[in-house]
């Protein structure tokens, strides 16, 4: 068997000053010595090590065997010269600080249930796609993103959520924050960086605006949405851009209402000002049909993003926008140099599973599966007799509990969640200022996996039972 073909890469800083074979010897025992080459760790072969360190294969040949009778390495007729497996590995570099230990049971918002990825279904797409998929595929991109899934997801966005897309005017991101900062940063460069974004809100999303250079003002949400009547007067005078959750606002879970759907607009119109439109959870209505985009009605005016974090997985890093005609190029020039374009295969994978209609299959699928999370959940809660008002029901992934007036303290309530194991959210976090706002927890129902859910619907009674007692 010719060894060469099996060479691993070796870095080794050979000192000649003693002769070549002394100083690979001596390379060679640090190496392993400071564990570079662990304990099994099979070396390359004479010949293959010999032509890349420009010395003799008999120089590598003789401090191979100098080191195999010190003990360092170990020869088999056949199997190659490897370090010897019973050396003690050197001690660990010191590990970094460890990060947050994963709560027992999650019920945390902004997350679905991985296990429902349908891998099934995306390794036949992968297939379908790689195979027919030309070899340019493999090179750099348009930082668009592949015509392939612009194409689909043109036709999917106007026949699910009415909105009207041109191929042209779409640019895959590599999720939903970077769609966001790419508006930013446009927004910013045109000298209009301040932007109003929904209170409550995620915090988060704050942050990125605040990092890509835009001042963020709070946009009041209260039951009929964001307060869309509001923007043009006051502190909101002077915004060149509005973020909101129409669909399922995030985390109240109301639905914009028709009329403030028809201020947003006309704001957006008169002010040549531009509405970010985050579909959050817009696929996921269990109680009518799915309210459709904002952006169907006012294309000029609407920057609409969407994604598939929630319906397939955030580890794809798939997301996209779907542009006003005068942001294509702006965007498309900043998405180039931030970094060049969005990976391609995955692309290609979700524009087959589009058209061949495994998306719509899947999210069916994940919506009936979320829909007997939501119900069980709102049984377990009305069956306990608790004193909690559940709002923002009727669609998405979570679920609003507002805290009665007289009621535990919101952050007690979380710190006697977290004693038991059980992370939650709090409503409070996501208020642009402190204040004396209505308390109430933010209770994610798809996180956790199917086995572990029930068992964290009994941590959760059991945190609320223990604060109607308290």
């Given amino acids: 068997m010719d060894w060469a073909a099996f060479g691993v890469d070796l870095h080794l800083e050979l000192d000649a000053t003693a002769g070549r074979r002394v100083g690979l010897e001596r390379a060679l025992r640090e190496a392993i010595r400071d564990g570079r080459l662990a304990p099994a760790t099979r070396l390359p072969a004479t010949r293959t090590l010999a032509a890349e360190l420009g010395v003799s294969r008999g120089t590598v040949s003789a401090a191979y065997d100098q080191l195999v009778a010190e003990g360092w390495l170990v020869a088999r007729v056949g199997a190659g010269t490897e370090v010897s497996p019973l050396l003690r590995a050197a001690p660990p570099l010191a590990a970094a600080p460890a990060g947050p230990v994963a709560p027992r049971y999650d019920l945390r918002p902004g997350s679905p249930d991985v296990a429902a990825f349908p891998v099934t279904a995306w390794l036949r797409a992968t297939r379908r796609a790689l195979t027919a998929a030309p070899a340019s595929v493999y090179g750099y991109g348009d930082p668009r993103g592949r015509s392939e899934l612009r194409t689909a997801l043109a036709g999917y966005l106007g026949r699910a959520r009415g909105v009207l897309a041109d191929p042209d005017r779409i640019v895959v991101t590599t999720g939903y924050v970077q769609a966001l900062a790419l508006l930013v940063g446009v927004l910013r460069d045109a000298g209009r960086p301040v932007l109003a974004m929904e209170d409550p809100g995620l915090a988060f999303h704050r942050e990125v605006v605040r990092r890509h250079g835009g001042t963020v003002l709070p ?8 307060r869309t009547d509001l923007l043009g007067a006051g502190e909101l005078a002077g915004v060149a851009a509005a973020v909101v959750t129409p669909a399922h606002q995030y985390p109240t879970g109301v639905t914009l209402a ?9 704001w957006a119109r008169d002010r040549d000002a531009l509405v970010v439109e985050d579909d959050y959870d817009g696929e996921f209505r269990y109680d009518r049909q799915p309210v459709g985009a904002v952006q169907g009605t006012a ?7 969407g994604t598939a974090a929630k319906t397939l997985g955030p580890a794809l890093r798939l997301a996209w926008l779907v542009l006003p005609a005068r942001l294509v190029e702006p965007v498309v020039e900043a998405k180039r140099h931030l970094d060049l374009h969005s990976e391609t295969i995955g692309q290609l994978v979700l524009a087959d599973l589009i058209t061949s209609h495994g998306y719509d299959r899947q999210i069916r699928a994940v919506r009936r599966h979320y829909r007997r999370r939501r119900d069980l959940l709102l049984d377990r809660l009305d069956a306990a007799g608790g004193r909690y008002r559940v709002g923002g029901v009727s669609a998405g992934l979570h679920a609003l509990l507002r805290l009665p007036p007289d009621g ?6 979380l710190a006697a969640a977290a004693r038991r194991g059980l992370a939650l959210g709090g409503l409070a976090a996501h208020r642009h200022r402190p204040g004396t706002h209505p308390p109430g927890l933010v209770v994610g129902y798809a996180t956790p996996p199917g086995h572990a859910y029930p068992a964290a619907l009994d941590a959760l009674l059991a945190v609320l039972g223990a604060a109607e007692q308290g």
């Fill in 219 to 226: 946009l009041p949400v209260d039951d009929r949405g964001a």
């Fill in 258 to 266: 028709p009329e403030r759907r028809h201020a947003l607009t006309r």
């Fill in 408 to 413: 535990p303290d919101e952050a007690a309530l």
């Fill in 299 to 305: 294309p000029e005016q609407v920057a609409y993003v």
